[in-house]
Structures are given as structure tokens and as C-alpha cells.
């Protein structure tokens, strides 16, 4: 894929996370000498809003822009070679509501293709799972261990409204939970 390729499949999906304006440009320079990189130099500049300069991604994204980023380069780096699992922690950092749930979209059909983990605290993400594991620790008398248990259905819209609520969850966040999961 070229990179005019590249940046144009970055905004679509941009614009599907609700950043119609947002603008991605790789800009590749050839180095006069070999080093322990190679010889090409390349930085990804980011403006997130119309009419915005241009900038490194680093001095200018936001942590939800950051992670709407790295969901739409890392799917399409996923799509472009062989990759069987994705692994996406916190990509849900800075988001919430219509844009969490579209990201959860993009997860889901990431998932046809690649097996995907994701570690989220967002109940929109989490609900687009086909199985949904809970991780805790544990204290033992000399350490702390960390646990794993997959969650039953029930188990599951409880987890869910949980995020959305409090601990124990209300009625109203089981019912959506239960919206969200279809259940």
C-alpha cells in the first residue's frame, strides 16, 4: 500500500470514530547514511481538527485521539500482513459512548479475521466480545497473584453494568448491559 493509500484509509476510518476533520501525513525522508534504523527516517504528523497545523502526534494528540489512531493504524497494518492475534490494552483511553461503541464495531470485524484481545474498562467494547474474561488479584500470605475467570452469560451483564454503575450495580445499568450484549 502506498502511504497516500495509507493516510486516505486512516481518515475514512477517522471519520467512522467521529473525527470528520481529523488529517494523518507520513512523511518518509532518505537518510545520507545507513543506521541502526535504516536508511529512511519516517514521522506520522496528526491535526485533529479543521484548519489545524500539522504536528508530531506526540505534542499534539489527545489520549482519546491517540487511541482512535492506533485502532485505525493497527487495523489496517492487521489487514495488510499475517497477524494471528491482536492485542489491544486500554485502546479504549479518552473515549466513551457512540465513539467506544464504534470501536467496538471495528473490533468485532477485526475479529473475523484475527483472534483479538482486548483489555478494556469500557463496557461498549466489551459488550462486542465473544467470550469476556475477568482479571483480579488475589493476596496469598507471602505475594499477590493474578487470576483469570471467564464469565458465564449473567456473570457477563453483571461485569457490564458494573462499568457502567457501581459495585453492586443498579437495576437500570443491568437492563443495559443486557441491551448491549443483546441478552
Request: aromatic share 4%; proline share 3%; glycine share 6%.
Given at each position: ?51 489545524g ?45 457512540d465513539?467506544a ?30 467470550s ?52
Open positions: 500500500m502506498v502511504i497516500g493509500g495509507f493516510e486516505d484509509k486512516v481518515h475514512a476510518m477517522l471519520a467512522q470514530l467521529s473525527m470528520n476533520n481529523a488529517r494523518l501525513q507520513v512523511n518518509i525522508q532518505t537518510l545520507e547514511e545507513l543506521n541502526s534504523t535504516g536508511l529512511d527516517e519516517i514521522n506520522f504528523l496528526f491535526a485533529a481538527n479543521k484548519g497545523r500539522l504536528q508530531a502526534i506526540k505534542d499534539v494528540a489527545s489520549g482519546g485521539e491517540i487511541a482512535r489512531l492506533t485502532l485505525c493504524t493497527k487495523s489496517l497494518v492487521a489487514s495488510a500482513i499475517p497477524l494471528p492475534t491482536l492485542i489491544f490494552d486500554e485502546i479504549d483511553t479518552g473515549v466513551s459512548g465513539v461503541l464504534k470501536m467496538g464495531d471495528i473490533l468485532r470485524r477485526l475479529s473475523n479475521h484475527h483472534q483479538v484481545v482486548s483489555i478494556t474498562h469500557s463496557p461498549q467494547i466489551s459488550s462486542k466480545a465473544d469476556h474474561y475477568f482479571v483480579y488479584k488475589k493476596d496469598l500470605e507471602e505475594r499477590t497473584i493474578t487470576k483469570i475467570k471467564e464469565l458465564s452469560l449473567e456473570e457477563r451483564v453483571r461485569a457490564i453494568a458494573t462499568m457502567l454503575s457501581s459495585s453492586p450495580p443498579s437495576d437500570s445499568a443491568l437492563e443495559n448491559a443486557r441491551e448491549l450484549l443483546n441478552a
